[in-house]
Antibody
């Protein structure tokens, strides 16, 4: 059974860089049919996709965040990471790592981490 | 693509039928519409993909339908564990968009 687990600081200061890591266990991160991504949810609000990366390095980002975000995959450790720079209070959210795969040729997010709350505050 | 979900909150009793709407700002392929269920303090769970296919382990009281710009998640005979927030989602090749969610609460 695939499992994803987020790790990283729960508190980040404004203007600094938010850095999170997602550990993937129970399966390889080097799958051609999967993208590894991040999704966030501000308290009491809806879901927002941040970005996704293939193990080959191909990445896609939310246009509203693309100037501040980077997602990268490390096949040697079966982890992938998120960096979000110049954070503000608006970046306070639960951050989920999640796997995009496909079912019957249709895209799905089929595995999620448990989520980690990141608060931006001085 | 902008997704709009209605109603924002739906209050029903166990045993009733829930009908949740997801509307896209322009016509989309039904293959790219997905529904998730999220309970408090938990990550979302995949319910329906390709607009109408149930994911593994999802009870048959959950069904999805729709095409073009209008998609519907129907839950027949509501069980107590069905009261949660439901999110619709659209994929393009390079972009993922979520709707704002519908909260299904016990009346």
């Amino acid at each position: 059974q695939l499992q994803l687990q987020e790790s990283g600081p729960g508190l980040v200061k404004p203007s600094e860089t938010l850095s999170l890591t997602c550990g993937v266990s129970g399966g390889s991160i080097s799958r051609n049919d999967c993208y590894w991504g991040w999704i966030r949810q501000p308290p009491g609000r809806g879901l927002e996709w941040i970005g996704s990366s293939h193990y080959t390095g191909r990445t896609f980002y939310n246009p509203s965040l693309k100037d501040r975000v980077s997602v990268s995959v490390d096949t040697s450790t079966n982890h992938y990471s998120l960096k979000l720079s110049f954070v503000t209070a608006a970046d306070t959210a639960v951050y989920y790592c999640a796997r995009r795969s496909s079912m019957d040729g249709r895209p799905v997010i089929d595995y999620w981490g448990q989520g980690t709350l990141v608060t931006v505050s001085s | 693509i902008v997704l709009t979900q209605s109603p924002g909150t739906l209050s029903l009793s166990p045993g009733e039928r829930a009908t949740l709407s997801c509307r896209a700002s322009q016509s989309v392929s039904s293959s790219d519409i997905v529904w998730y269920q999220q309970k408090p303090g938990q990550a979302p769970r995949l319910l329906i993909y390709g607009a109408s296919s149930r994911a593994t382990g999802i009870p048959d009281r959950f069904s999805g339908s729709g095409s073009g710009t209008d998609f519907t998640l129907t839950i027949n005979r509501l069980e107590p564990e069905d009261f949660a927030v439901y999110h619709c989602q659209h994929y393009s090749w390079s972009l993922i968009t979520f709707g704002p969610g519908t909260r299904l609460e016990i009346k």
